[in-house]
């Protein structure tokens, strides 16, 4: 069964550092999304990209944070210099349309900024 | 500010009983969905509910969603050990693609 993979599992970085997260969606998939979990607490949307361009974005997402689809099938999460409230749980996931059926979430990448 | 309540936020059960999750939502919506987390891992779907009145049973899990109240339940029918996770009830508001996520509800199912 087509899944959404994501790397590294877990990623240690200092604060002001810059780091990538690496998603692969669900191959025929259109509509590509980050989320977040502090530990503990509820999942907030981040960001939406359809179409080589971002659709909607959160307030979380400042201009720290930026998203890429370098390839025809990674789908990246920039943050340019952490600060440790970024520590959390990241969730890549995909649709296959708009207002689609279901999003499918990616295992997560765990985010430590010390 | 769109916003989406679960109740409880913590529910310890005895295997072999019944309870109902509630997830209430502030906007209007037609469609709900609920997750289930266990712990330090990913979401998994569990049911995906379209329209007014619409129900959806799988094993000892039911969900059920009326776009009316904007109410949401999740009834777990005798539960079992197995069923202890996090579930989380999402919403997706109208012209926007991303989900809404309520606070989440830590089943503990204890023997």
């Known amino acids: 069964e087509p899944e959404v993979t994501q790397t590294p599992s877990h990623q240690v970085t200092q604060m002001g550092q810059e780091v990538i997260l690496r998603c692969v969606p669900i191959s025929n998939h259109l509509y590509f999304y980050w989320y977040r979990q502090i530990l503990g607490q509820k999942v907030e949307f981040l960001v939406s990209f359809y179409n080589n361009e971002i659709s909607e974005k959160s307030e979380i997402f400042d201009d720290q944070f930026s998203v890429e689809r370098p390839d025809g099938s990674n789908f990246t999460l920039k943050i340019r210099s952490t600060k440790l409230e970024d520590s959390a749980m990241y969730f890549c996931?995909?649709?296959?349309?708009?207002?689609?059926?279901?999003?499918?979430f990616g295992p997560g990448t765990r985010l430590t900024v010390t | 500010e769109l916003k989406v309540e679960q109740n409880p936020l913590f529910l310890s059960m005895q295997e072999g009983k019944n309870y109902t999750i509630y997830c209430n939502y502030s906007t209007t919506s037609d469609r709900l969905y609920w997750y289930r987390q266990d712990p330090g891992k990913s979401l998994e779907s569990l049911f995906v509910?379209?329209?007014?009145?619409a129900v959806k049973q799988e094993g000892r899990l039911m969900a059920s969603l009326d776009t009316k109240a904007r109410l949401s339940t999740l009834h777990i029918t005798a539960a079992v050990h197995d069923l202890s996770a996090t579930y989380f009830c999402?919403?997706?508001?109208?012209?926007?693609?991303?989900?809404?996520f309520g606070t989440g509800t830590r089943l503990q199912v204890f023997p």
């Open positions: 999402a919403v997706d508001p109208p012209n926007t693609d991303k989900l809404i």
């Open positions: 996931a995909s649709s296959g349309h708009s207002k689609a059926l279901e999003q499918y």
């Open positions: 509910l379209l329209s007014n009145g």
